[in-house]
């Protein structure tokens, strides 16, 4: 009887130590790259699964065609807040695999607003008209070594164009797509 309490015990200690809570970092920061801008963000645990990320940047578009004299580009600041609820930490942390930097898949609340502070141009007298969208999104981040980072995200939401500002009779909504993929650096 001895034999088998202690064996029974031997096994309920080597599951307990064997389960484990994965967790998002404390705090994390970087900045990331696209085909259409820059951002340097920060994301801080809520939760064991959810992290605020808290974004900064250039947004960038570019225009041209049979209406305009050549081709033109700008950059225009973006500010975003976006919840993110990554949802398979405990199963890449039981298959030994990376989770530090939040490297994992998550879903995410993207919402992100476009002041008319400033634009930078190669075009002079061009201005934005300021909106904000709200996009859920389903997105992969994975580290390349121990700082640089890669992420891609997709999704379909909700803008919300400020049109009045411009002088257009009446504010816009529309339909709008989030689709990204990023190569980032973390400090």
């Known amino acids: 009887m001895k034999i088998i309490l ?26 990331q790259t696209g085909f259409l801008g820059i951002w340097a963000h ?34 225009t ?27 994992g898949n998550f879903i995410s609340l993207k919402t992100s607003y476009h002041p008319d502070w400033f634009v930078i141009s190669n075009t002079d007298n061009v201005s934005i008209i300021s909106d904000i969208s709200i996009i859920p999104t389903w997105g992969v981040r994975r580290n390349i070594g121990n700082y640089f980072t890669y992420e891609t995200g997709i999704g379909i939401g909700y803008r919300y164009i400020f049109a009045k500002q411009a002088g257009f009779l009446k504010n816009e909504s529309e339909t709008t797509a989030n689709l990204h993929l990023r190569i980032g650096y973390r400090f």
């Open 6 to 31: 202690l064996t029974l015990t031997f096994c309920g200690l080597t599951l307990i130590a064997k389960s484990q809570n994965a967790s998002v970092e404390q705090s994390t920061y970087g900045i």
């Open 42 to 75: 920060n994301e801080t645990k809520l939760s064991n699964s959810i992290a605020l990320r808290s974004e900064i940047g250039f947004d960038s578009g570019i225009w041209g065609g049979d209406f305009y004299d050549g081709t033109g580009f700008l950059l």
């Open 77 to 103: 600041p973006v500010i975003t807040l976006e919840p993110r609820l990554y949802y398979n930490l405990n199963k890449r942390a039981n298959k030994s695999r990376r989770i530090d930097g939040n490297s």
